[in-house]
């Protein structure tokens, strides 16, 4: 009989219970400001590790006054990055160096695919042009070909002082 009783008191306990959580918050996309503002981490991060590649290359070649004069735009870089994480955390978002970085790297691995595209789609052009016989056509080819080579060298060591942990030259 008391088994009877109590258990109407604990089923309205729990009922009570389970109304008082909060339902989780739909994700929702974040706000143009902070997208912004992870736009702007991203060209921090990414001038920050030009600097910091420039000075090591001066450093290398015996140039310290060039190499210091780096070293000093790399740290106002920094302080910016710190900046912008201190905002941006303030915003709700979690970790934001990290994310930018990764951001970044994805960014830099989608260049290079993007270069090897255009490389092979100008080799299938070039080869349709000698086909065709068109010498004009083969000579801008080539030279579309040459320009998207040196596009996909200078993403690649852009993706190389960024940090991408892959080899971008294997994804040709």
Request: hydrophobic fraction near 40%.
């Amino acid at each position: 009989m008391k088994k009877l009783a109590i258990t109407p008191f604990l089923m309205l306990f729990a009922a009570v219970t389970f109304a008082q959580t909060a339902t989780p918050a739909a994700a929702t996309a974040p706000a143009p400001e902070v997208k912004t503002q992870m736009k702007d981490l991203r060209k921090d991060i990414r001038a920050y590790d030009k600097s910091k590649a420039e000075a090591k290359h001066d450093i290398n070649k015996g140039d310290i006054a060039a190499a210091k004069t780096e070293l000093a735009v790399a740290k106002t870089d920094k302080q910016d990055i710190k900046a912008d994480a201190k905002v941006l955390k303030s915003e709700g978002v979690d970790h934001p160096v990290k994310l930018a970085d990764k951001q970044v790297k994805k960014l830099d691995v989608e260049a290079v695919k993007t270069d090897v595209k255009d490389i092979k789609a100008d080799k299938v052009a070039k080869e349709n042009a000698v086909k065709a016989g068109d010498i004009a056509a083969v000579k801008a080819d080539n030279k579309d070909l040459k320009a998207d080579r040196k596009d996909l060298k200078k993403d690649i060591r852009a993706a190389r002082r960024d940090g991408v942990a892959r080899h971008a030259h294997r994804i040709r």
